[in-house]
């Protein structure tokens, strides 16, 4: 029986300097950062299409105590309408295949949709 290897998934702030074990740099948010240069980014694709609806976006505003249901909530998009399902296989694939690193612009990284989008990659 051969086991599976555990997909290297991480998230970091799309700010920061790029590091050599990144793998694919995938930008999740739907808004472009603010200040950042595209050659800055070095960014290796912007998937906007796996990000929470601008609705779901905006009735969570990073509010800790809205977290969970956000997490309930942007769960049900990324498997509910087929944009969603698309982007999410996207990253799957691109998961399975090499590290991939999530980049977001939020400080709150640990209350952040890529969170939530990391815990789904990792799924399965």
Wanted: aromatic share 6%; net charge positive.
């Amino acid at each position: 029986m051969t086991a599976k290897k555990a997909r290297d998934i991480r998230v970091r702030r799309v700010y920061e300097e790029p590091a050599a074990a990144d793998g694919d740099r995938v930008l999740v948010d739907r808004i472009w950062p603010r200040g950042l240069s595209k050659e800055a980014a070095a960014l290796d694709e912007w998937c906007k299409d796996v990000a929470p609806s601008t609705g779901l976006r905006t009735w969570y505003g990073h509010d800790p105590g809205k977290f969970a249901e956000f997490g309930r909530r942007y769960r049900a998009e990324l498997h509910g309408d087929a944009t969603h399902k698309n982007a999410l296989g996207h990253l799957r694939e691109v998961a399975g295949e090499r590290p991939l690193t999530l980049l977001t612009a939020t400080r709150a990284q640990d209350i952040s949709a890529a969170v939530v989008l990391k815990e789904e990659l990792e799924r399965r």
